[in-house]
């Protein structure tokens, strides 16, 4: 008797089912906030996503803007005019809502879900918040010291410490060369620089409010104009200036000394979501390390033991698009697993990848599509992003269409155009003492200090 399992009896796969365009109703407030709602009965609960465009004007004040922001995030939620925190608290749980503020390079972002009989009441304390919160400086004092430790924590990490250094090579001056603030400047930031920066930077026009749940889209209309209408300032919320990579050469040694493994990043620019080549680049990517079934993870894991979880990937920000990769190694193996990062990569643009890779590859990235917009929660967030980018609702479908146009041919030209090794900008986190001489035989090096273990 076999315990094998006969695998003609598993039927074929089938055509991956086409994502429904979400119906969304969409609006722009006299005030210039511009408002989706995506009607989506059968679960009683709305999400909110309020986005702001939140981003730093320049690399001189982003250092500065990124430490006042970290705070603001956290303080805005001290209190207002007509509500301490512990009734702000009190009546978001009398909803079933905890409301998150989260700030990054681009934006800052109000997160809640909330049961539907409770929409005018949150609303009308996001109003409150948008435009009566006080900082008042004694409360200010420990949110700093707060964000500042988990900032200086943070910071101690590998992972984060690679990221910076990648970042501040490929951007130099642009704002987004600044990843995390240096504590000291958090350690300075104090009522009066928050309410200024949000008296300046938290405006009306040019954000948006996505809302879908259980709601009726007239009188959700309705209930955010009279909760926020009331939310009125001049000026344009500030979104980053275009960012273009640095033209760079060799690898990037950043010394951390008795360091047992290197974390390896490479980084260079990818097509944006409104640019044709997105798809097929969306798919190289998957094929190259974005999922467990990519050639750089049978290469480094499966094959070689070098790492446990390389990855590629391709993200978006609002001034810039990129395809990043992420290997972390063994110190001995340095040399040896960039060497094999690296032979991925050519091969991506030299060869053509199989029809089975693309046909699995595609079916996955259809798929993630669709678990990711499948919740309220996940379509909030996604019509978030897409909104706050200037696309409708509608592009899901068009991307989806033009994921299933891609060839293997359309994967390698995009593969040779973004994914081709001597494009990226490479830089390597470990001790020089041990790795320089392995990177020293694959490219150039320059070493320079970072922190010890």
Known sequence: ????????????????????????????????????????????????????????????????????????????????????????????????????????????????????????????????????????????????????????????????????????????????????????????????????????????????????????????ADAVADALGGWTASGHAVEAPPAADLPTTGIELVHRPGAVQSNIRLGGPAPGRTDPDLAAVRLANMIYGGYFSSRLVENIRERRGYTYSPRSSVDHQAAGSSFLVEADVATEVTGPALLEVWYELGRMALLPVTEGELDAARRYVLGSMALSTATHAGLASTLSALTGAGLPPGWLAEHQRDLAAVTVERVQEASRRYLAAPGLTAVVLGDADRVAGQLGVLAPVSVRPGAAE
Not at 122 to 134: F, K, M, N
Not at 191 to 197: F, H, K, N, S, V
């Open 1 to 220: 008797m076999t315990s094998g399992l006969d695998l003609s009896l598993i039927p074929p796969l089938g055509e991956p089912r086409p994502q429904p365009v979400p119906a969304a109703e969409e609006s722009v407030l006299p005030t210039g906030l511009r408002l989706v709602v995506v009607p989506r009965p059968g679960v009683p609960l709305i999400e909110l996503r309020l986005r702001v465009p939140f981003a730093a004007t320049t690399a001189a004040d982003a250092g500065v803007h990124t430490a006042r922001g970290s705070v603001l995030s956290g303080a805005i939620l001290l209190g207002t005019a007509t509500h301490d925190q512990t009734a702000i608290a009190e009546l978001l749980q009398s909803h079933g809502a905890e409301l998150s503020i989260s700030t990054d390079p681009d934006r800052l972002l109000f997160a809640t879900t909330l049961l539907p009989g409770g929409l005018a009441p949150v609303l009308g304390l996001l109003a409150d918040l948008l435009t009566g919160a006080t900082y008042p400086d004694d409360r200010v004092e420990g949110e700093r010291d707060r964000v500042a430790e988990r900032i200086g924590i943070a910071l101690s990490q590998p992972g984060v410490i690679a990221r910076s250094a990648l970042a501040a090579r490929r951007y130099g001056d642009h704002p987004y060369a600044i990843t995390l603030p240096d504590p000291d400047v958090v350690t300075t930031v104090d009522g009066a620089a928050l309410r200024e920066l949000h008296r300046t930077r938290v405006l009306p026009a040019g954000s948006t409010l996505v809302l879908v749940g259980d709601l009726d889209a007239p009188a959700a």
